[in-house]
Nanobody, 116 residues
């Protein structure tokens, strides 16, 4: 299984970015998908998880600003990020959890920097 991320970069505070993750596996076989992030000197933390369009989880600091999408036909998992803050600077990793498995598969990581 391969996950390839794209869309990161440098953005000013208050700006927006959309990250995309292309997955080689059929997403219909995936129980959950989403994004984590890791800032320098900090542990990796959950950003957003999606099981279905109506079953999603977000970290408290991202609620109302971030939105996660999965498109089973295109085999992509996207993260829309709005009103970005310097504290959102981190490497963002997409993941999938196949049905019936406890392990996660990860993308390579994508740097997002929020700065003037």
């Amino acid at each position: 299984v391969q996950l390839v991320e794209s869309g990161g970069g440098l953005v000013q505070p208050g700006g927006s970015l959309r990250l995309s993750c292309a997955v080689s596996a059929r997403l219909s076989t995936v129980y959950a998908a989403g994004w984590y992030r890791q800032a320098p000197g900090k542990e990796r933390e959950l950003v957003a998880a999606i099981r279905t369009a109506s079953d999603q989880d977000y970290a408290d600091s991202m609620k109302g600003r971030f939105a996660v999408y999965r498109d089973n036909a295109k085999k992509t998992v996207d993260l829309e990020m709005n009103n970005l803050k310097p504290g959102d600077t981190a490497v963002y990793y997409c993941y999938i959890q196949p049905r019936g498995e406890g392990n996660l598969y990860w993308g390579q990581g994508n740097q997002v920097t929020v700065n003037l």
